[in-house]
């Protein structure tokens, strides 16, 4: 079908309608994100708390924080509001997997209520090989892991410390731990079917060649879609590297590192990053409509 690249059909199929994954969907099918997840194990050096998880989201948004409950409540007032809303995700303000508790909570009310809502989640990846049988009991069909380097002294510039086993660890030892589990999260997700995109950041300087290198890592264990996203750099989204004076990639050479990578595998060209709290068809944001207040008036 019209934009589906060179991805194999049995793939295609299952993503045809995901407005994240296919460019046509974007057109027609809604998604929403709630924010249930404050919590991260990680810090990268881009991110300000202060904002969303940028990740997965636009940088420099403060997103509504709900509870499981309140979440479900949204989930079901937007589907009844919008039909065309067939995706929930959960992807912040911080790490859905490090706020397990809430996000499964949040995906069994949802599926309960709301058998035929695709569930989707974005993590960082290091707690992800602990959750995958979870993952599955809830069907959740897509995972998007943020992988930025699976080079240590490459990492040891982006992470300044991962929080593992109850302590605190910094430098190339942390870096080690988190690509270790990325990429063993990522090869178990696809080897219990489940589709898996990767996320990366390009930081000029820091990982821009080296994501050539992610990029073969991760399509030789399966990822079915590589998002490189350029690091957005201004003092307004408050990124530390961005404080720091780095700058973010100009078009030309997000272009050229896409194209580099492109052959390889299937390159995500139409993400515009959505809010973490994000609603409605791309381009148009409706979350203003759906706040908690306007849910409890609409009841
Ligand atoms: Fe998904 Fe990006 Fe589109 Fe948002 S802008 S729906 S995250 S592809
Ligand atoms: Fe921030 Fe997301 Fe990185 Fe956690 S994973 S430090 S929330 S950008």
Redesign the pocket.
């Known amino acids: 079908g019209a934009g589906s690249g060179d991805m194999p059909q049995e793939i295609w199929d299952k993503v045809k309608n995901h407005p994240c994954y296919s460019e046509e969907a974007h057109h027609h099918y809604a998604r929403m994100h709630v924010a249930v997840a404050p919590a991260?194990n990680?810090?990268?050096n881009?991110?300000n708390?202060k904002y969303d998880?940028?990740?997965e989201s636009r940088p420099g948004v403060v997103s509504e924080k709900l509870s499981p409950e309140q979440a479900a409540k949204k989930v079901l007032a937007v589907a009844s509001a919008i039909p065309q809303m067939t995706v929930l995700g959960i992807a912040?303000?911080?790490?859905p997997l490090a706020n397990p508790g809430k996000t499964f909570k949040t995906f069994e009310l949802i599926s309960e209520a709301a058998p035929d809502i695709k569930l989707c989640l974005s993590t960082?990846g290091l707690a992800l090989p602990d959750h995958v049988e979870t993952i599955k009991k809830f069907n959740v069909d897509h995972v998007t892991i943020?992988i930025n380097m699976t080079d240590p002294d490459i990492g040891a510039e982006i992470y300044p410390w991962v929080f593992w086993k109850h302590k605190r660890v910094t430098g190339k030892e942390a870096a080690k731990i988190l690509t270790d589990r990325q990429l063993q999260g990522l090869e178990m997700l696809t080897a219990n079917g489940i589709l898996c995109k990767v996320n990366s950041v390009m930081i000029p300087g820091v990982n821009d060649d080296h994501l050539v290198t992610v990029n073969r890592e991760v399509k030789s264990r399966g990822a079915f879609l590589h998002n490189i996203m350029p690091l957005i750099s201004s003092p307004e989204h408050g990124t530390v590297f961005g404080l720091n004076g780095q700058r973010g990639p100009s078009a030309q050479e997000l272009k050229a590192l896409q194209d580099s990578c492109e052959g390889e595998m299937n390159m995500m060209r139409h993400c515009r990053q959505c809010r973490a709290d994000a609603v409605g068809l791309l381009g148009e944001d409706r979350s203003a409509e759906f706040t908690t207040d306007k849910i409890m008036e609409m009841e």
């Open positions: 991260c990680i810090q990268c881009y991110c708390r998880c940028a990740n912040g303000p911080g790490d960082n943020t």
